[in-house]
């Protein structure tokens, strides 16, 4: 499956983005979907999951009660709202897709987006 990310941009802090990431030759609906941001030297580091039928998900302790993750399957994408974002938000956000079970290690993951940039000015 190929994923698309988009989404991402410039905002000041306690501003919100939503993601989107969009699934090409597969349904969505076979996978998990998850969302991981990497900001400059620092590692690849969790967000959001979210099961296949979007009964649960699963959130990085940081953004918790701040981002939500959603999906339509119909539409074939994944959805990350952000609220009341950070400076500490500010990273590539990547969208991956995993055959497995609803899981916040990287390595699970089969399919990667290419990213999208959200920057946060304080």
């Known amino acids: 499956v190929q994923l698309q990310a988009s989404g991402g941009g410039s905002v000041q802090a306690g501003d919100s983005l939503r993601l989107s990431c969009t699934a090409f030759?597969?349904?969505?609906?076979?996978?998990?979907m998850g969302w991981f941001r990497q900001a400059p030297g620092k590692e690849r580091e969790f967000v959001a999951a979210?099961?296949?039928?979007?009964?649960?998900?699963y959130y990085a302790d940081s953004v918790e009660g701040r981002f939500t993750i959603s999906r339509d399957n119909t539409k074939n994408t994944v959805y990350l709202q952000m609220n009341s974002l950070q400076f500490e938000d500010a990273a590539v956000y990547h969208c991956?897709?995993?055959?497995?079970?609803?899981?916040?290690?990287?390595?699970?993951?089969?399919?990667w987006g290419q990213g999208t940039q959200v920057t946060v000015s304080s």
């Open positions: 030759a597969r349904a969505l609906s076979m996978y998990v």
């Open positions: 991956a897709a995993s055959r497995r079970v609803l899981t916040r290690v990287p390595s699970n993951y089969d399919y």
């Open positions: 979210i099961s296949r039928s979007e009964r649960s998900t």
